[in-house]
């Protein structure tokens, strides 16, 4: 990628981004209700695409004054806080119209999670608010500003301010040895969204955090960044071959692949953003994607000093395939088939391998095959997943070539109590990661990695475990109540794959005082609450029993109690 075109694509999208952190926050009035069966009388049965949605009565003549829950946890579409309805899920969404894939919570389209107000802006669609009599909202204002007498060109932002602290007793399985640490971080991202007409759009958007705490650790330039340029780039829209298509070139943040493998970096203040290009065409039915970046280097401590990490590449392509619908025990059945490659080139620390001695810096290049099927069939919600990791890896030292050979299974099946006014959904999540044998020093690598996806609410809240030699089963509930409160409780067993490799998490290998001979890890047993306080406004809180088994208290591991909660601004 040549620099000097895309600091001037960074610097043009982020000059128009730039006034939105002059906007004043204000507390927004609860939305109208927004779901389809809303708007008609409750107990009766409406047909939306041919789809038939049971209307839930109320307990009053009106509605509650709560919003719908638009918090979507951001590591599945199965087993969302309610069961969506309609050919395009929820209507609340502003997704771009992309037909099927924005079923559910919208991650089929390949832009991440989008709700009211979603966690990926830049997939957002307000071109609706030309008609001023749509406006409802005080924000909508600034979510569709005409530029020309036509209304073509036009300007949207988009903000969220976010409150972030948790409590750890004994960090990181009591490796950490900041016991009892509080923490707190705060975090802005603002954006603006520039429309040329109907083929070009620029999006720039900026970041800055700061962090603080007692017996705080691992704070460093994701938790404290001064203002820096997150996102900026431009893209171009057009119809070819009878498909939706775009290419999108310059710093973005990147969603599509299943989430338990790449996401956001979202416990952090600065989520993941990458450099380069992605291209998309999307039919009625079939969606492929194609895509090659660079990391963005944010590991500097000057205002825009953000560059691009060369020594980190994520590159591939995806290909969606909606099957037909269907009838399932009396309901809807409908899915999604993703078969993807993603490839990794990670060096230095980031690609280092575990040893008996620590660890071994190299390059490493993990090459992912995979294929998922998600959707719902009647009263069931299922997400099945499988990854073959191929690779090599070159110690740094001896430059001694090593294959990979490793994989991953991901699944999610449950069941959603039908007419169920409280949408309750229970089931059982597994995933397995393979592992391979430290001791070894030639031969292939078993270890499977996954270097950008540890996130909150996957596999276990404090996220001191991650993908890699790992068996994790977690029987869950969740239930959504008053319309505004999502309520969810899990219960994480863990066990290490290979007794010969050692227990993993997110920037690495732990190191214990002693041995640890077991292969179960421990359980953590945790539960979550969702409140969508209204429309831009809400708060989430996390809080988890991390109980480490006696073979590892053995090894000088500890269990531990983990809180974090969450309070949210978006427009």
């Avoid at 128009?16 to 906007?23: D, G, N, Q, T, Y």
């Avoid at 969302?80 to 050919?87: D, F, I, L, M, S």
């Avoid at 070894?440 to 596999?459: M, V």
Wanted: contains cysteine; charged residues 15%; hydrophobic residues 35%.
């Amino acid at each position: 990628m040549h620099r000097s075109l895309f600091r001037g694509a960074l610097f043009l999208a982020c000059g128009m981004a730039s006034s939105a952190l002059l906007l004043p926050g204000a507390l927004a009035a609860p939305a109208e209700s927004s779901g389809v069966a809303q708007d008609k009388p409750a107990g009766a049965y409406l047909s939306h695409h041919g789809e038939h949605i049971l209307v839930q009565p109320l307990s009053g003549a009106q509605a509650p004054p709560f919003p719908p829950v638009v918090l979507y946890p951001h590591a599945t579409p199965t087993g969302q806080p309610v069961r969506t309805t309609g050919k395009q899920g929820r209507v609340s969404g502003r997704q771009y119209d992309w037909g099927v894939f924005n079923r559910g919570n919208g991650e089929a389209a390949g832009f991440g999670p989008v709700g009211e107000y979603g966690v990926a802006p830049w997939a957002e669609d307000w071109s609706r608010l030309r008609d001023k009599s749509r406006r409802k909202d005080p924000f909508d204002v600034l979510k569709y500003i005409a530029l020309n007498e036509s209304g073509s060109i036009w300007l949207s932002f988009s903000g969220e301010t976010r409150l972030r602290n948790w409590f750890e007793s004994r960090p990181n399985l009591g490796t950490q040895h900041n016991n009892d640490s509080g923490r707190f971080a705060v975090r802005n991202l603002y954006g603006a969204d520039l429309h040329l007409g109907a083929h070009v759009r620029l999006f720039g958007q900026l970041v800055n955090g700061d962090a603080a705490g007692w017996n705080a650790y691992g704070y460093g330039s994701t938790y404290r960044k001064r203002l820096d340029a997150q996102q900026a780039f431009i893209e171009t829209k057009w119809t070819i071959l009878n498909a939706k298509s775009g290419f999108i070139f310059g710093r973005q943040q990147f969603l599509d692949a299943p989430s338990y493998m790449l996401y956001n970096r979202e416990t952090p203040n600065v989520p993941l953003s990458w450099n380069g290009f992605r291209a998309y065409m999307v039919w009625p039915r079939i969606r492929i994607d194609g895509w090659d970046f660079v990391q963005t280097n944010d590991a500097q401590t000057k205002m825009f000093h953000d560059t691009e990490n060369y020594s980190t590449r994520l590159y591939g392509f995806n290909m969606t395939w909606a099957p037909p619908d269907g009838r399932f025990m009396g309901d809807r059945y409908n899915s999604f088939l993703d078969l993807f490659y993603v490839g990794y080139k990670l060096s230095g620390t980031s690609g280092a391998i575990a040893t008996p001695k620590g660890t071994e810096k190299g390059s490493n290049t993990r090459n992912n095959f995979g294929v998922r099927w998600h959707g719902i069939a009647g009263p069931f919600e299922f997400s099945l997943g499988s990854i073959w990791q191929g690779g090599v890896f070159k110690d740094a030292k001896t430059n001694q070539a090593r294959t990979v050979n490793a994989y991953a299974l991901n699944t999610l099946v449950g069941y959603r109590i039908p007419h169920d006014p409280f949408h309750t959904f229970a089931g059982v999540q597994t995933d397995v990661y393979s592992g391979g044998n430290v001791r070894k020093t030639s031969g292939a690598i078993g270890t499977y990695i996954s270097p950008f996806s540890p996130q909150t609410n996957y596999l276990d809240t404090t996220t001191y475990m991650t993908g890699s030699n790992l068996i994790s089963v977690a029987p869950l509930i969740k239930a959504t109540f008053l319309k505004s409160f999502s309520f969810q409780v899990k219960y994480p067993f863990f066990w290490r794959y290979s007794q010969n490799d050692p227990v993993y998490k997110s920037s690495g290998a732990y190191s214990f005082p002693y041995q640890f001979k077991g292969k179960f890890v421990g359980m953590a047993p945790q539960a979550s609450l969702a409140w969508q306080i209204n429309t831009h406004l809400s708060w989430t809180q996390y809080v988890s029993r991390f109980m480490t088994s006696s073979a590892l208290n053995h090894a000088g591991g500890s269990s531990g109690t983990y809180y974090q909660s969450n309070f949210v601004f978006r427009f």
